[in-house]
């Protein structure tokens, strides 16, 4: 055999390639965050029409008194659609963290940002 041959058999093949216990772990820790990311998302999706429904039906049936009226169906409709955004915004962020080292080619902020921009706009027209 040559050198140069016994110096390739020696050299150790890169870390991506290795398939132990670690790779496993990490493979599943990522699905795990995909998961809680996609709930996170999908009770927004799901409970959105609910609430918009919910308020539409309530404001025809029951007038607040004040602006905070705690008597009134609207203002526990509002409590629970703020928790929803909160928890996919909070999704959002988390998906963002997990994956901008692997899209810091493409500078994924600016995009992250307009995104949830645009999301604020929805949400104020509805």
């Not at 599943?28 to 998302?41: F, G, I, R």
């Not at 008597?71 to 909160?86: A, D, G, L």
Request: glycine share 2%.
């Amino acid at each position: 055999m040559s050198s140069s041959t016994v110096d390739l058999q020696q050299q150790q093949p890169p870390s991506y390639l290795d398939a132990t216990v670690d790779s496993n772990k990490n493979r599943h820790k990522a699905e795990a965050v995909l998961d809680q990311c996609q709930t996170y998302a999908m009770q927004f999706v799901l409970l959105r029409p609910i609430t918009a429904i919910g308020w539409l039906v309530s404001n025809q049936l029951v007038q607040p008194e004040s602006f905070l009226d705690w008597k009134c169906p609207q203002m526990y409709i509002v409590i629970i659609t703020n928790v929803s955004i909160f928890f996919a915004f909070r999704g959002l962020v988390k998906f963002y963290h997990a994956t901008r080292t692997h899209l810091a080619w493409c500078n994924p902020w600016p995009k992250f940002l307009c995104i949830k921009g645009k999301y604020e706009a929805l949400l104020s027209v509805l």
